[in-house]
């Protein structure tokens, strides 16, 4: 198995309702450490930049106005297969369709307030990172 990093996000609707914690322990009991973690509130450039391979998408303004209504959580985690790993305790981005256990079956609002972000690979985890972390941010 391969040692991965990988971007996860506490979207508002998780931050907003003191689930942090929470989530994080789901992260930690399967396996993945946090190793490097900031609470911000994203700008409407910083929200259109991060998830402007949706620009083309309808509902691209909803996400944006989403992502900045409240605070959010910038977190990196680290294990063997983190990406693969993170999604899965994540769920389906639909929590009707996420299995039980899994983040979003727990604590989404619906498919848009689905409390948690997560890189969908290898390569978009290292763009992910580094568009909210300095490699010196990150403490093995």
Known sequence: MAIENTLSIIKPDATKRNLTGLINAKFEKAGLKIIAQKRLQLSRSMAEKFYQIHKDRPFFKDLVDFMISGPVVAQVLR?????????????????????????????????????????????????????FFAYIELVN
């Open 79 to 131: 294990g063997d297969n983190a990406v693969f790993l993170n999604r899965t305790i994540m769920g389906a981005t639909n929590p009707e369709e996420a299995e039980n256990g899994t983040i979003r079956k727990e604590f989404a609002e619906s498919i848009e307030a689905n409390s948690v972000h997560g890189s969908d690979s290898l390569e978009n985890a290292r763009s992910e990172i580094s568009f």
